[in-house]
C-alpha cells in the first residue's frame, strides 16, 4: 500500500500533495486497476474513483505533518 500511495503522490491529479498510506496493510499486493489517465477519456473512470470502486480503498484530503527537508544554502565545494 506505500508503493501505491507514493505512485499517487506522483499524479497530476493530486496536485503536488503527498499520499500517506493509513490503511494499516503490511506485505506485498498484485492490484489490477483500469483506470484513465484523463477525465473520461475511453469511458473509464479517473484513477481515485477507480481506487475506491474497484479496491475498495477511500481517498481523504485531510491535514497532517508530514517530513520536510528546507534547503536554505547551497555552496560550490572548494578545489581542495
Do not use: C, W
Request: aromatic share 8%.
Amino acid at each position: 500500500m506505500e508503493a501505491l500511495a507514493d505512485y499517487l503522490t506522483g499524479q497530476p491529479a493530486v496536485d503536488g500533495r503527498p499520499v500517506v498510506d493509513r490503511t494499516g496493510l503490511a506485505g506485498i499486493y498484485e492490484i489490477d486497476l483500469d483506470y484513465a489517465f484523463r477525465v473520461g477519456a475511453n469511458n473509464k473512470p479517473e484513477i481515485f474513483d477507480a481506487i475506491q470502486e474497484q479496491l475498495g480503498l477511500k481517498l481523504d484530503s485531510i491535514k497532517a505533518p508530514f517530513d520536510l527537508l528546507v534547503v536554505e544554502h547551497l555552496e560550490k565545494p572548494d578545489a581542495n
